[in-house]
């Protein structure tokens, strides 16, 4: 029965004892072994019931089980829904209702705070912690090593992946097979990935880059996984010698630079690094370059469309751009007031079709409708300019996102937080430049007529409903909000006044413009 991205992802490797997983132990499991895991889930999924098209919401530590589950789920033609490991029990609770998951899986420490909610929703839960341990594995272990792959079509959907919003409530991307396997042989071809590819994976499995670039590359190439529970630079350091590439977002390699034990020979035996998710500054391909003369791939994508350019892998790797359309991907640059595109060299909003582009937003057809055109072309809501060479450079953001070591942020969300407290009258949430992160988390507090606003209690209630990446950095008091004729706040004047406070760099290319100093109160997050 075919189930494309399962066949050519996954299946094709069935009876190989070639190395897939090796882990930090010095274990070492083999693509057979991993298919042998994924079956024995995906038999542990049908014994709860779970029918094609169902969604099971995972959110477990970085385990080779927790990849054999998201196999089990693409075996048996379920749409897996991962979820980040720092979502709070509020959070975690709109993605599972939204998503209707029929099963939960979590770490067992979850599975209280849970089990109520799936109760009221009638999901199962099912539980899986970061050692391998838990329910499901110690089911798994007692059926059958072989699974009768469930049929899928190359439309079908076999992921939603949560992508905030502008009004603070996310949004579930659906991605088809298609979707995600046209892109993971497209990457692995123009990237040269080939059996003897050793990839060090440091980055997270809850999102596109971790997930849908960097594993499935590397299932669609034959390669092995040096699969790291998380970015720890002496772990990196201590592995290098033994792999052939990296993918990573900015910060893993400014960390890197920033350690004198990275040197040209230790990196002598790799041929690839690639950077995406946020912003590379120039200045750290340039100082990459001088240090191991390797320059960075830079390559650009979203969670809406897995990826859609990056610069060659052969030709010429241009610092400050994210390189040309991938095969099979346009990219075009439209004027945001009237959509006509515009010509090379001058600046509008990025819109991009493919074979890569999601299928909408689940359950939302507004939204998808105002994002995804009728002919196909997503409007990516980035902003920049395509050059006479045609490599895209992205300049800036139409929509207000703050990109935080490669997590996105989207301040709607902490401001209805923030305004929410006592004392507060509004806030606004800003992102300023920062060294390790590229970008942090500013909120400014406009206080309710003379009230002090206490900011222990408000970081305390920022801390009980945001995943602690999603934190203020500091909350600053200040008298008002500067704000445009038709009453807007400006971002972008705050972003300018602020933009120095924690004295670092700019990994974000944006506009500014200034504006003057307000009476200010502050509170910093201690780091
Ligand atoms: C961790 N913290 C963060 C943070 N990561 N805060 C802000 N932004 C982040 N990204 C918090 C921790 O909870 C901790 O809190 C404190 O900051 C310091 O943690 P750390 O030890 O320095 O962080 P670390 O665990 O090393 O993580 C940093 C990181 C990680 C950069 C390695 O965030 C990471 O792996 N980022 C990759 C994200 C990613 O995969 N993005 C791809 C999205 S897909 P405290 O105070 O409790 O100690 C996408 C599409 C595309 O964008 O194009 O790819
Ligand atoms: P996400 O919604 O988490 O998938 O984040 C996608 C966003 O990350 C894009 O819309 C861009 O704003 C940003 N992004 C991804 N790759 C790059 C890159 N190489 N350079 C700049 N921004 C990037």
Redesign the pocket.
Known sequence: MPNPLYDTLFGVHAGKATPFLKLLNGDVLSHSDFLTMAAQIAHVLAGHGLKPGDRVAVQVSKSPEALALYAACVQSGLVFVPLNT?YTVDELSYFIENSGASLIVCDQKREEDLSSLAKSLGAEVDTLNADGSGLLMETARLVPECFPTVSREADDLAAFLYTSGTTGRSKGAMLSQNNLLSNALTLAKTWHFTKDDVLLH???IF????LF?ATNVMLASDGSIVFMP??DLDEIIVRMPEATTMMG?P??YTRLLSDARFTRDLAKHMRLFVS???PLLAETHIQFEERTGHRILER????ETN?NTSNPYEGERKAGTVGLPLPGVEVKVTDPTTGATLPHGEVGQIEVRGPNVFKGYWQMPEKTAAELREDGFFITGDLGVIDADGYTQIVGRDKDLII?????IYPKEIELVLDAQPGVLESAVIGVPHA??GE?VLGLIVPAHDDVPDLEQIKAAAASSLA??KHPRELIVVDELPRNTMGKVQKNVLRDEHKEIFEQTSAFRGFRTAIPTARRQSCL?P?
């Open positions: 720092a440091a980055l997270p999102h596109t880059h971790g670039v998380k970015f977002v910060t893993f995406g998710s946020a650009y994508g979203m969670t990826m935080s070591g490669g997590y996105n390790d992160f942090t602690r990446f997050r780091r």
